[in-house]
């Protein structure tokens, strides 16, 4: 998974405080997707971000959950005030044009105390 | 709303045999598929697509067979290897524009190639 790069690997927050995940892309690559996994299931689809532009949001929470891709940086992705059930690993994958298969980073595995 | 399934949580194959991993889908707006397999504590990692215009899609060991008609999917691995020992993943996307579209993954499949 070289290439599409997610900081930090492990992230241990208590409860209410806020996490920041971030993805930085392979190079070229202009399309960001975040995927999250609970234990023992597959990946779920939250948020799809080009450039300062979120496209599809359809699986973000309606609340505490947010993401971002501005023009210079990673992307963001940002849970405030976190809760038990937020604890996951979740996954950024990214893609340069729209006919190539998105590429996974190796994910920030979020533990709440 | 489980719209990809893999309805085998793990598989048990010997080294050198075929190793056949299946999927099942329900949206038939789904027109592009894809295999990953994923390692402990690493990522997904890309294996092999196919599109919905196609039934059957080869490279190397790997070959994904499409059946439309039943909404099934299925990836043969000849001959497995030790080092095919990790969880696979069936993705589905709508349109053939899979990198500008959301994939919805299977629960996955553990794959335990024994020597």
């Known amino acids: 998974n070289a290439g599409v790069m997610q900081n930090p690997r492990h992230l241990v927050r208590r409860r209410g405080q806020e996490a920041r995940l971030r993805c930085s892309p392979m190079?070229?690559?202009?399309?960001v997707y975040w995927y999250r996994q609970l234990p023992e299931e597959g990946l779920k689809f939250m948020v799809y971000?080009?450039?300062?532009?979120?496209?599809?949001e359809s699986g973000m929470p309606k609340e505490r959950f947010s993401a971002e891709f501005p023009k210079e940086g990673p992307s963001i992705l940002r849970i405030q005030q976190v809760v038990r059930g937020d604890s996951a690993a979740y996954f950024c994958?990214?893609?340069?044009?729209?006919?190539?298969?998105?590429?996974f980073g190796d994910g920030t595995r979020l533990s709440i105390l | 709303d489980q719209q990809v399934k893999q309805n085998s949580p793990s598989l048990s194959v010997q080294e050198g045999r075929i190793s056949i991993l299946n999927c099942d889908y329900t949206?038939?707006?789904?027109?592009?598929f894809l295999w990953y397999k994923k390692y402990p504590a690493e990522g997904p990692t890309f294996l092999i697509s196919?599109?919905?215009?196609?039934d059957k899609n080869e490279d190397g060991r790997f070959t994904v067979f499409l059946n439309k008609s039943a909404k099934h999917l299925s990836l043969h691995i000849v001959p497995s290897q030790p080092g095919d020992s990790a969880v696979y993943f069936c993705?589905?996307?709508?349109?053939?524009?899979?990198?500008?579209?959301?994939?919805?993954f299977g629960q996955g499949t553990r794959l335990t190639i024994n020597p």
């Open positions: 994958a990214t893609s340069g044009q729209v006919n190539q298969p998105q590429h």
């Open positions: 190079k070229g690559h202009s399309h």
């Open positions: 993705a589905a996307s709508e349109g053939e524009t899979q990198g500008a579209q959301k994939l919805v």
């Open positions: 949206n038939s707006m789904f027109d592009y």
């Open positions: 971000l080009q450039k300062e532009n979120i496209i599809d």
């Open positions: 196919i599109s919905s215009i196609k």
